[in-house]
């Protein structure tokens, strides 16, 4: 079994050969043999470039073809890879690019009205105390500007301000370097290297990057590609952003080491998604709720072929059982599939094909990728883990194994206060296990909060609330309250041409929900605040929240 990518990248291009590796509409189609030649010719260009082994290679650009061949070409050359979230600013960039002392950087041009190379720019201005046009300095010393837009950047024939280059010249900069000597360097990286390092989404404080070695990247990613039984007749439409462990781990490198196509589709759009299912025969079509909920919604659903879909995995994000009912019975997926997983941990349970949807809705499915899982006992960390003979004890998931992340970058406290010294990770969030293994998310441990002296867990309100019909989207948070402290406020948005009012809602929920629990008021918006992963940015939501 290969242990690490660049082996991972040459075991796919023997074994599948001609198959489909990355297709994507308007650009190009390549084999999985044609996948390799072109991820050693970026290999061969940032060898060029002085990219030396364990140098880290940013890569700030949405989901094109480009961000595939440049995140294998960098661990084909040796070096670490860095994802930056594309929804971040200028300064976001910055402290990401700065912290993991990137040697080189791949950068999109203009996209979606942001020059991000730009915004770089006047970051490193701003913080240097200079005008944008002083700036000639802060930059790692290799820019690889992606052009995703049909004007691409500045630039595009040679080197230009700072030194940066354009992905169009990566060729002529690969012919200064043999294909042995990056093959020689591919050769050299060792499964315990560190492949990649995930910054966390940072919804709680500075986001912290999550070290991960080649083979556990490369585990996490076969189990989810086995959970989910993917082979070299599927096509995948990875609309996760490729900077985010599910888009990456569990999408370019699952598709990898199972034979799959790679799809990306750079922004998500619900019509746009349905013509590439039925245009390239897309089977497999991970996601958040809302993106099956947009489709189903959706008023032009009925014009598209969607009858290729047969695996949905979803996660982040409460998953109503009348959703997955329905994406069986009207998107024509055989199996769907819940999940739980974190940056550091990525993949660590799973529901398997055959689940029912009642089980599919409230659990995440049992542990995978060699991950135990335990709850918090009512000692805390100390006191030890709940064993499993306590099915449905209530507490913080534990998670330990060969795949959880080996540390923090720079930060030996934060990984001291995550990992505690039996290798438990401790996770922040609260679950709970039933009898089978199977895990059920009750909430964040932030997310909690007391009413009348009782623990409020504002996802098992939001379930109750995704039972309402009517209701495509929905979120819970505590808001202070003179007398009980705390009181919930629930954030509904209404499906289309349903009538729903607060009175309905709050009603609704009195049946299902002891009174502590009930939402006290009732805010309808057009959609959530969410992250590139899909769970709600409740931060953002409490900010709107008056006293």
């Known amino acids: 079994m290969d242990l690490t990518v660049p082996a ?65 070409g960098a661990l084909h050359a040796g070096a670490t890879l860095v994802p930056v979230n594309t929804r971040f600013t200028g300064p976001e960039a910055l402290d990401l690019i700065s912290r993991s002392r990137a040697r080189a950087l791949f950068v999109t041009g203009p996209f979606l009205g942001t020059d991000r190379l730009a915004a770089l ?30 004007s691409g950047p500045a630039g595009a024939s040679g080197p230009g301000a700072d030194g940066v280059i354009d992905w169009a010249v990566l060729d002529n900069l690969a012919a200064a370097t043999p294909a042995v000597q990056a093959d020689e360097r591919a050769a050299a990286v060792a499964p315990d290297d560190v492949s990649d390092i995930l910054f966390t989404s940072g919804t709680t404080g500075r986001s912290k990057g999550a070290m991960s070695a ?37 999408g370019i490198l699952a598709c990898l080491v199972s034979g799959a196509a790679i799809v990306p589709q750079m922004v998500y759009d619900a019509e746009r998604a349905m013509r590439l299912v039925e245009a390239e025969r897309i089977t497999v079509f991970p996601g958040a709720p809302t993106i099956y909920q947009t489709i189903l ?26 959703l997955v009912e329905r994406m069986r019975r009207e998107l024509s997926f055989d199996t769907v599939l819940t999940a739980y997983g974190l940056t550091e941990a990525v993949v660590a349970t799973m529901c398997r094909p055959g689940d029912d949807p009642d089980t599919v809705a409230h659990t995440s499915g049992r542990a995978a990728a060699g991950f135990e899982v335990r709850v918090a006992g009512p000692d805390g960390p100390d006191g030890g883990a709940r064993e499993p003979d306590e ?47 199977y895990l059920t998310i009750t909430d964040r441990l932030k997310d909690m909060f007391i009413c009348g002296g009782f ?39 209404r499906r289309p041409g349903i009538v729903l009012d607060e009175a309905r809602v709050l009603a609704h929920c009195r049946e299902f929900l002891a009174n502590y629990k009930v939402p006290r008021s009732v805010t309808f918006r057009a959609a959530l605040p969410r992250n590139p992963s899909g769970k709600t940015l409740k931060r953002l939501l409490r900010d709107e929240a008056p006293d």
């Open 8 to 72: 991972a990248v040459a075991s796919a291009a023997r074994e599948f050969g001609d198959a489909p590796a990355l297709v994507e509409p308007g650009g190009p189609r390549l084999s999985y043999r044609e996948l390799h030649e072109r991820v050693r010719t970026v290999a061969r260009a940032l060898i060029a470039e002085g990219v030396t082994p364990g140098d880290a290679v940013a890569i700030w650009s949405p989901n094109t073809y480009h961000w595939v061949l440049a995140a294998l």
């Open 214 to 250: 080649h083979r556990q990247s490369l585990a996490v990613a076969r189990a989810w590609a086995g959970c989910g039984r993917l082979d070299r007749d599927d096509r995948y439409l990875v609309v996760n952003p490729f900077f985010h462990s599910f888009g990456y781990k569990a």
């Open 121 to 150: 720019r006047s970051a490193i201005s701003a913080k240097n105390g200079q005008q944008p046009a002083e700036s000639r300095s802060g930059l790692p010393g290799l820019v690889i500007a992606i052009p995703v837009e049909p």
């Open 455 to 493: 623990n409020v867990y504002p996802a098992e309100v939001e379930q109750a609330l995704a039972r309402l019909d009517g209701v495509a989207e929905c979120a819970v948070i505590g808001v202070p309250d003179p007398r009980l402290g705390e009181v919930g406020r629930a954030f509904v948005v």
């Open 297 to 322: 919604d959706h008023p032009g659903r009925a014009g598209f072929d969607l009858s290729s879909l047969r695996l949905a995995v979803t996660g982040a994000a409460t998953v109503p059982v009348a």
């Open 391 to 437: 099915p449905g004890a209530q507490g913080e998931i534990l998670l330990r194994g060969p795949n959880v992340m080996l540390g923090y970058l720079d930060d030996p406290s934060a990984t001291a206060a995550a990992i505690d010294a039996e290798g438990w990770l401790h996770t922040g969030d609260v679950g709970r296990l039933d009898r089978r293994g």
